[in-house]
Every structure is written in structure tokens, then in C-alpha cells.
């Protein structure tokens, strides 16, 4: 049942300077940003059903401080309602980390140890006793028995589709969306409807499988990005893609990459509308939607301010590229090979987000969304 992610569809491992782990503070500020939503969820699982074990899972948990994040928010959760519900025997929560298996499980799991000993000297005895495990697979399919898991959390990822959109070139095989790697206001109205399709198709799939793993009134929470326009033309991810064409575009036309390199590059991601993500759950019928919120994000993830203003525009670009390039290099080098001088690529990036963020400041919307198990 499982189906195959796109080939590259990973951030980068390890904790280097261009790794996700050294550059994922954009994708940690909506961690933080749900705690809250978090804190219900459980609070409601638990109170409901006191169970002796917890089951709460990560989808898409990468490699990276955010993974723990997720983790340690969950036993500061669970460890409140202990004391607030003065149970004596401590609840065990069993948490599985899912991952394509392109992820660094290798960083996440070497890195725990220094974390357990950091929370055994902040927590002493009411540290809840926890355990972690690895679970690769694509959250597009099913990855664990019906009825089996309490919550699950999953940030920064659906926006990701399970392959490249069908449907992307004509009968002849010549690509519809020429010049392009993304839906831009140029794109022909068939690699809309593709892009919309593969996002039903996937959302779908995922909220399948979601409702056979979850017992009776389990919750999800989910972070990701998506667009505030209905019109999928009119998406803040269609900037930061067009940025990333024109470099691209501009190497080709140096002959540094072949042109038919870039016409057959499409990125397998989508930014629904908050219309687009009800649609599907209503449909599918199999879940309660208990919150819906839309925030925005800037594009430079050291930028807190809520204002447009960019201070310092080359910096800016900058650091909005290096969150990108742990997130897109992999996909990138795998399409394009070694010819492409990735450093190259991404500096012509930079340069472009700049030029952009110099005229206009430009945000990410993030969804979040939470939702219970129908009985
Ligand atoms: C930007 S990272 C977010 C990581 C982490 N949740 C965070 O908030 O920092 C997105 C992650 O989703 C994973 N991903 C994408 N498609 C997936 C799929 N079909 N199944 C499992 N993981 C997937 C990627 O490998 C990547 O690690």
C-alpha cells in the first residue's frame, strides 16, 4: 500500500553547516507556535482515557533539534498532567520518529543520549518514563497497526507530495510547463488542476491511513504550508519557487545546465488554500476538525518582527537561502546531477530572494490544523 516519495525528498543529514539540523529555526518557531494545540490534544486523550501507555508519533520528523523538540514538548505535556491528575504510577509514552528513509535516523538517534541526560537533569524523578524508536516509511501509506497510536504530530511537511504531479506534458511527452518549476501565473490550467489533484489524491491517502492507525478519539496536529489566495497561481511558495528557476534558467542559458534539465524539473510540493485542505477532510468524513488556524512566517527564519520592514535585505536573502538549500539541495542534485555547482546555484538564489525581498517582504502561511477521530 505504501507508495515511493520522489527520489531526493529529504533535507540534509548530519550537522554540518549547510545540514537541516544547523538551519531548521524557521521550521522550530511553528513547533513552538503549536505547543498549545499540543497541550489540549493530549490533555483530552488523556483525561478521556487514562491510559497506562501513550503512543504519539512524529511524521516527517527530519534530523535536527526540531525532532527532539517534539519529543521533549510532549513529555513536558504528559508530566504536567501527572502531577495535576496526581497519578502514581507515571504513564510510559512510546514515541516513533517517521522519516523517509533518505533521513538521517544516524544523527537523531546519536544525538538522544545528550538529550536524555539533559531532561534526567532538568526533570529528576518526574521525568515520565519514555521510549524512542525509528519508523521509515512514506506517511503517504499506512506504518502502523489499526488502533495503535494516540497522536500524531506532523510539521513542516505536508506540503510535500508523494511524487511529481502526473499530467505535467502533452501527448508528445513535451513539458506543459516550460522554463518553470512550479504553478506560475504563465502555467497552462492543466498543471493546475495536476498540482490540485496530487494534493487531493495524497491529503486523502494520508487521512486513510491516519484513521486506521488511531484508536477512537485519537488527535492529529498538523503544521504546514499552504497559500492565503484561492488561486493557486497567487501562492507565496510560486515566488520562492520563480526565484529559483530564474537561477536556474540564468545557468542554462550559460550552458552550465541543459535547458530540457530545467523544463522536466518540477518541485513535488504544494501550498493548498484553507478551502482546498477542508475540502478533502469533509469529504473523507473520517475526522473532526477542532481547529483551524492560518499564521505567517517571514522568510528570513531570524526574522520575529510582524512589520515589512527588511532591515538588511542581502542578509535576509541570504539566511532564507541556507533554510532552503537543507531542504531542497538533495532534490536538486538528484535531478540535475553533478554539473550543477550547487554553490553556484544557491548564491544566484540568494541574490534573486534579495532582489525580491528589496521590493516586497514576502511571508510563508503556515496551516495548522487539528483533528480528531470520528467514533
Ligand atoms: C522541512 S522537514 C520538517 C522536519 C521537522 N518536522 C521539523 O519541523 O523541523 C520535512 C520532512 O518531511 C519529510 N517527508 C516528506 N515527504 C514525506 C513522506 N511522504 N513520508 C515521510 N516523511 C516525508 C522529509 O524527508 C523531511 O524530513
Known amino acids: 500500500m505504501e507508495m515511493n516519495a520522489v527520489q531526493g525528498v529529504h533535507t540534509i543529514g548530519g550537522d554540518g553547516e549547510t545540514s537541516y539540523a544547523s538551519n531548521s529555526r524557521l521550521q522550530g518557531k511553528a513547533i513552538v507556535r503549536t505547543k498549545p494545540m499540543l497541550e489540549n490534544a493530549i490533555q483530552d486523550i488523556y483525561t478521556k482515557l487514562l491510559p497506562e501507555r501513550l503512543v504519539a508519533v512524529d511524521l516527517g520528523c527530519s534530523s535536527g533539534p526540531n525532532t527532539l523538540l517534539f519529543v521533549s514538548h510532549v513529555l513536558d505535556v504528559v508530566g504536567d498532567l501527572r502531577r495535576r491528575l496526581k497519578l502514581i504510577k507515571p504513564p510510559e509514552v512510546q ?15 546519536r544525538s538522544l543520549k545528550g538529550f536524555e541526560k539533559k531532561m534526567e537533569e532538568e526533570k529528576g524523578d518526574l521525568l515520565v518514563p519514555h521510549y524512542v524508536a525509528g519508523s ?7 506504518l502502523f497497526p489499526s488502533l495503535s497510536v494516540h497522536f500524531f504530530h506532523s510539521s513542516y511537511c505536508l506540503h510535500w507530495l508523494s511524487q511529481v504531479p502526473q499530467g505535467l506534458e502533452d501527448k508528445e511527452g513535451v513539458p506543459l510547463n516550460k522554463g518553470n518549476i512550479y504553478i506560475t501565473e ?4 492543466q498543471v493546475v488542476e495536476a498540482y490540485q489533484k496530487q494534493f487531493r489524491r495524497d491529503f486523502s491517502t494520508f487521512l486513510k491511513s491516519r484513521y486506521e492507525e488511531l484508536i477512537n478519539e485519537g488527535r492529529i496536529i498538523l503544521a504546514f504550508l499552504g497559500r492565503k489566495k484561492e488561486h493557486p497561481d497567487n501562492s507565496d511558495l510560486r515566488y520562492l519557487f520563480e526565484l529559483l528557476a530564474e537561477a536556474l534558467n540564468s545557468m542554462a ?10 523544463d522536466n524539473f518540477n518541485v513535488p510540493c504544494f501550498g493548498a488554500s484553507m478551502d482546498e485542505v477542508k475540502s478533502v477532510i469533509l469529504s473523507e468524513g473520517l475526522f473532526d476538525l477542532e481547529e483551524a488556524h492560518i499564521f505567517q512566517s517571514n522568510w528570513d527564519p531570524f526574522d520575529d518582527s510582524d512589520d515589512d520592514l527588511v532591515l538588511d535585505y542581502v542578509v535576509s536573502g541570504n539566511n532564507t537561502v541556507k533554510c532552503l538549500r537543507a531542504v531542497l539541495e538533495p532534490l536538486i542534485a538528484n535531478h540535475f546531477g553533478d554539473a550543477l555547482q550547487l554553490d553556484d546555484l544557491f548564491s544566484r538564489y540568494a541574490k534573486n530572494i534579495a532582489d525580491h525581498l528589496l521590493k516586497e517582504k514576502t511571508k510563508y502561511t503556515v496551516f495548522v490544523v487539528a483533528l480528531k477521530k470520528r467514533a
Open 95 to 109: 514515541f516513533f520518529l517517521n522519516d523517509l528513509p533518505g533521513n538521517d535516523f544516524n544523527n537523531v538517534f
Open 136 to 142: 521509515p516509511g512514506s506517511f503517504y501509506g499506512r
Open 186 to 189: 504563465t502555467s497552462p490550467p
Open 253 to 262: 542559458s550559460e550552458g552550465i545546465i541543459a535547458k530540457d534539465k530545467v
